[in-house]
């Protein structure tokens, strides 16, 4: 059985270093990354829009 935990990012010039460590940090909790959603500006809906476009939703997996 796996359990899963949601979160969104938001992209911009000086994120991609506290995503890196942030997602190690959780990789240290045997999280993995199971799907990324891009938030693309005017799609999906009220769960997944994004304002700007600049946003991602990151789901991670691990086994219980």
């Known amino acids: 059985m796996c359990e899963y935990k949601v979160f969104k990012w938001r992209f911009d010039l ?5 995503l890196e460590k942030t997602l190690n940090d959780y990789a240290k909790e045997g999280w993995r990354i199971f799907n990324i959603i891009p938030n693309v500006k005017g799609s999906g ?3 997944f829009a994004s304002v700007d476009g600049n946003e991602a939703t990151i789901i991670l997996e691990k086994s219980r």
């Open 14 to 18: 000086s994120s991609a270093e506290e």
């Open 45 to 47: 809906g009220v769960l």
